[in-house]
């Protein structure tokens, strides 16, 4: 096996063990949105049955209660959390999964020719759906794979898993497609143009962009760089929508030699950064795609003996990775700021939602995004 498959398939193996062993968040409920009345709990003895009887409620009520049912109030759900808690309480997940017919686990597919195992926009995202599912006794199984679509096909025939995860979407994404047609539950971490009613969860992508834009334009840019993410993709074209918006509301004809797209690495970055500042006139401001991407724009200003913020402004997307703080870099960075971790969170709270029978297609969520100028932006230079 190479070097790369060796460190592929440990990477994996990490992942999985770190999703199906992981610890729940401390003062989260513990059970999903699952209507259970069920004896037979784990932990220090403590059942559903002996839990409700030291509150003095019914099983029932303290199974909604713990499943977020809306008609159970929330001092009553708050003072139920705490108990299970206190007590250690733990529901029993075989009696569960008998109960409501499902097997208890989420599926993501990967291609085998991607990146996105060893990207750390989807080790965040995975590590804010694997810890709040974790809550809840749901795995979250991994399937990296050549053929995508026949990946589908088999975990819908298998029935190994309850719902899945599609991200990264394309405008017409045939996963989406596939999906509604084999009836198997999906919600998509983005948003495709597709018609078909299904689950999504996105950021403003096109507002972000946008706003970065704008906000170089106010301080008297005019040719502003936009380094984006692979062609091809939703997210893609509404921020290079968001960047052509704001040049042509102020009368600037967008460049097509000033925007690139690519994975967005440091590297991808560099060579971003090296290309654009070959350019006569060049560009006097970068918007980029992610804060791993700004490193390598960075490096290259710092190569031509340039000053950020001075000389050459620049504004990143930042998915607030905990090793790459925009206020500890240096000029501090200028970003537009979204948490993926929490974008993951909040897809697994929706995917437990659709399977306690929320409608899919009521599930359409769009984030806002926020505008922070630092160091790294500043007005336009006057020279060439």
């Given at each position: 096996m190479s070097p790369r498959a060796l460190c592929l398939a440990g990477a994996l193996i990490?992942?999985?063990?770190?999703?199906?062993?992981?610890?729940?968040?401390?003062?989260?409920?513990?059970?999903?949105?699952?209507?259970?009345?069920?004896?037979?709990?784990?932990?220090?003895?403590?059942?559903?049955?002996?839990l409700a009887q030291e509150l003095g409620l019914s099983q029932t009520t303290v199974s909604r209660a713990l499943n977020g049912y809306p008609e159970v109030s929330e001092k009553?759900?708050?003072?139920?959390?705490?108990?299970?808690?206190?007590?250690?309480?733990?529901?029993?997940?075989?009696?569960?999964?008998?109960?409501?017919?499902r097997v208890g686990a989420v599926g993501v597919v990967l291609a085998s020719e991607g990146q996105l195992l060893v990207n750390p926009h989807f080790s965040e995202f995975l590590a804010g759906l694997g810890q709040r599912l974790a809550a809840d006794e749901i795995d979250v199984m991994v399937s990296v794979r050549s053929d995508e679509l026949s990946a589908y096909r088999q975990i819908a025939a298998d029935k190994g898993v309850d719902a899945m995860i599609i991200s990264t979407p394309k405008p017409e994404d045939e996963r989406v497609t596939l999906c509604t047609k084999l009836g198997l539950p999906f919600i998509v971490h983005g948003r495709t143009r597709l018609a078909l009613p299904h689950a999504w969860l996105d950021i403003d992508n096109e507002g972000a962009m946008f706003a970065a834009t704008m906000h170089l334009l106010d301080l008297g840019h005019r040719r502003i760089a936009l380094g984006n993410g692979p062609s091809g993709l939703m997210f893609c074209e509404l921020r290079e929508l968001g960047w052509k918006r704001a040049l042509m509301g102020r009368g600037i004809v967008p460049d097509a030699r000033l925007t690139v797209g690519g994975e967005?690495?440091?590297?991808?970055?560099?060579?971003?950064?090296?290309?654009?500042?070959?350019?006569?006139?060049?560009?006097?401001?970068f918007v980029c795609g992610s804060i791993t991407m700004a490193i390598g724009v960075f490096r290259a200003i710092r190569a031509e003996g340039l000053e950020l913020g001075r000389d050459i402004s620049m504004i990143a997307h930042d998915d607030v990775f905990p090793y790459l703080n925009a206020d500890k870099m240096f000029p501090t960075m200028s970003t537009t700021r979204s948490s993926?971790?929490?974008?993951?969170?909040?897809?697994?709270?929706?995917?437990i939602e659709m399977l306690a029978g929320r409608d899919p297609g009521t599930i359409h969520e769009e984030w806002p995004i926020e505008l922070i100028a630092r160091g790294s932006t500043g007005p336009a230079p006057k020279g060439p």
């Open positions: 990490q992942t999985k063990y770190r999703l199906l062993k992981g610890f729940p968040a401390k003062n989260t409920p513990l059970a999903g949105k699952f209507e259970i009345a069920l004896d037979g709990g784990e932990g220090r003895g403590v059942n559903l049955k002996k009553t759900r708050k003072r139920v959390a705490d108990a299970a808690d206190r007590l250690g309480y733990r529901p029993n997940v075989s009696a569960r999964r008998l109960a409501t017919g967005m690495t440091d590297e991808m970055g560099f060579r971003f950064g090296r290309e654009m500042l070959a350019l006569r006139p060049r560009p006097t401001a993926i971790r929490e974008a993951g969170t909040r897809i697994a709270e929706l995917l």
